[in-house]
């Protein structure tokens, strides 16, 4: 996200800079009628449009009419790029979505564990840092999930219960390709890097919930770890032609779109696919199950908090724009329109689902547990971008030797 500073702020955008700016330039966010505005930073997505985050507003705005809530929009850069740029800048927003604090950075946000209502959100001590709670959301996305076309698969004469070793993975990938499909749909942007982690972390982490803090620690690595292993076998789904070099070439929507209408069989994606096939009334025509692993079956599921939301420390209006993130993350509309946008869930709230919402709520059911990457479990920052560079380059000439060390030629260099 880009967040502006005053012109009279430094421009810098290291941490300890933008943390000092964050508390010293702060731009009027009132209009001349008293009003008061807040600003909000979120992501656009296919699901969680322009439109849809209006709408959502306008329902606090008319039960509060002494605020008015102002969508920022980022273009084509990320929330988190564009609350950098901003508060860089000195004309920080109230309130950014989908922004996780780290200990570098939690300064530049509230500390709400002074907020009772807090401790009732979802995942909320898992994002917690040193005890403090900077990070509240509304539900839980899990994302070890595949997707698959129901026809497809009685095409190939598949039966999906039956896949639950990466082995039965390619072996259903091979026939699906023999049936005349894209066995596996991928796209450009993020998406490598995010299926990648995907398949990968369901395994690894299920055996090893601390990797990351360990990879931090210094005590594992990539290289030799099994994640050499799995970005083997992606490397050799990509040499097998059932993941097609070409897909890079297209946009997170584009492959989506591409599932949907039947051109690839499979898709890995979290549970916030659901409401684009209920959109597009796909939803009956295709099913799920979770993520096949080398390891223990059925593994963790890679989840997070959906949703989740903090408030700028320098925000002009703070105690508003807490109370506006009580409401978005307590209130039984605002956290049932939000669940339903995005298909995710939380404990206690129900909204009408589909019948792949209903499949995607049992295997979180069934699921041993919930795995996050938050707190010391939390990669260091910049690894999901490196990540998926690296999984990229498994499409030209790279090996899953050369991405493993890679990545831990890059991590070693963060420190």
């Known amino acids: 996200m880009r967040r502006l500073w005053r012109r009279a702020c430094t421009a810098a955008v290291a941490a300890t800079v933008v943390m000092a700016a964050a508390t010293g330039c702060s731009s009027d966010s009132d209009d001349a009628s008293g009003q008061t505005t807040l600003r909000v930073i979120v992501n656009i997505t296919p699901n969680l449009t322009e439109q849809y985050w209006n709408t959502l507003f306008d329902g606090y705005e008319k039960t509060h009419p002494g605020v008015t809530v ?23 927003p109230d309130i950014a979505q989908q922004i996780t604090p780290t200990k ?30 900077y990070l509240v959301g509304v539900g839980v996305q899990i994302q070890s999930l595949v997707f698959y076309s129901k026809a497809a698969f009685a095409k190939a004469g598949l039966t999906a219960t039956d896949i639950k070793t990466l082995d039965q993975f390619s072996d259903a990938m091979g026939k699906l390709k023999a049936a005349g499909y894209a066995p596996l749909q991928t796209a450009g942007q993020w998406v490598p890097g995010g299926q990648f982690t995907l398949v990968a972390d369901s395994g690894v982490l299920t055996a090893d919930a601390d990797w990351y803090a360990k990879r931090k620690a210094g005590s594992v690595s990539f290289a030799g770890s099994d994640y050499e292993k799995y970005l083997s076998r992606y490397k050799n789904w990509i040499s097998q032609g059932y993941l097609e070099k070409s897909a890079l070439g297209l946009t997170y929507a584009d492959g989506q779109t591409n599932f949907l209408n039947g051109k690839s069989a499979m898709y890995v994606m979290g549970s916030f ?58 209130d039984p509309t605002a956290i049932e329109s939000q669940l339903a946008a995005d298909g995710n869930l939380r404990k206690g709230f129900t909204y009408k689902m589909s019948s792949l919402g209903t499949a995607v709520q049992q295997i979180l059911d069934g699921s041993p547990s919930v795995l996050v990457k938050a707190g010391e479990r939390q990669p260091i920052s910049g690894y999901s971008g490196e990540l998926n560079t690296q999984v990229q380059s498994l499409f030209s000439n790279a090996s899953a030797q050369q991405v493993a060390a890679g990545l831990d030629k890059w991590w070693n260099s963060q420190k």
């Open 273 to 330: 696919f659901v409401p684009a096939a209920d959109t597009a009334k796909k939803s009956d025509d295709i099913g799920v199950f979770t993520m096949p692993t080398d390891g223990a079956y059925p593994s963790g599921q890679v989840g997070n908090i959906a949703n989740p939301y903090v408030v700028a420390n320098a925000s002009k209006h703070k105690a508003e724009a807490i109370e506006f993130v009580k409401w978005l993350t307590t």
């Open 70 to 92: 102002k969508l920022e929009l980022t273009g084509t850069i990320s929330a988190a790029a564009k609350l950098t740029q901003d508060l860089a800048a000195g004309d920080p």
């Open 104 to 133: 570098e950075n939690a300064s530049l946000f509230a500390d709400l564990s002074d907020q009772d209502w807090v401790k009732d959100t979802p995942l909320v001590d898992q994002y917690a840092i040193d005890g403090k709670r």
